[in-house]
């Protein structure tokens, strides 16, 4: 990732489930811009704190989806003994194996390719760790190929050993991505 960022310096980068924002500012060092979304409030504060000085990150407070509106976030079941590790496994997926469905929240989410398509910028890097929610996305993306052209890289986390019935789709994105020529997408990332 570091060296597709290097190679796409000065353009637009979007890091889905930013959290924290360590990523977040490694991609603002290189950045024309960077679109940090994070939709968790606790992970959303601590990547304010992290980047405020840094005046080319755009916070969105929100989840990145296939429509516009409200979701529900279930956060992991330890997220109290240890929220800076525990905020990375925040699932809008009550299914997900380590959330607890108990600890949910209704978060705001942003219909991505309509984002997207309004950005009218070539982006760099897509880096997608949203605990589940990048099958879906991911399976829009690959059927919208115009859309998807304008992104050189795309580096996602995909969930599938914890959410289950995840498999096969995920099996079927890996083939697509394989002759995939523009965006290059690694779904073995992380």
């Not at 994070?38 to 969105?60: G, H, M, S």
């Not at 209704?106 to 099958?135: M, P, S, W, Y």
Request: aromatic residues 8%.
């Amino acid at each position: 990732m570091r060296r597709a960022i290097e190679k796409c310096e000065g353009m637009a980068c979007i890091d889905l489930g930013a959290n924290v924002g360590e990523l977040s500012e490694m991609m603002a060092a290189k950045a024309g811009r960077v679109y940090a979304f994070e939709p968790d409030p606790w992970a959303c504060q601590k990547l304010t704190e992290r980047v405020r000085t840094l005046e080319n990150v755009e916070i969105i407070q929100a989840a990145a989806g296939l429509e516009d509106g409200h979701i529900t976030l279930y956060r992991h079941e330890n997220f109290d003994a240890d929220p800076l590790i525990n905020s990375q496994s925040s699932s809008v997926f009550v299914s997900k194996s380590n959330v607890a469905s108990e600890a949910a929240y209704e978060v705001r989410q942003i219909d991505f390719l309509r984002f997207l398509r309004e950005t009218e910028e070539e982006i760099g890097v897509l880096k997608i760790d949203i605990e589940g929610a990048e099958v879906a996305l991911l399976e829009a993306l690959f059927d919208a190929p115009q859309l998807f052209k304008r992104v050189r890289y795309v580096f996602a986390e995909t969930h599938e050993k914890k959410i289950p019935g995840q498999a096969e789709q995920v099996s079927r994105l890996k083939a697509r991505a394989r002759y995939t020529r523009r965006p290059v997408v690694n779904l073995f990332w992380h």
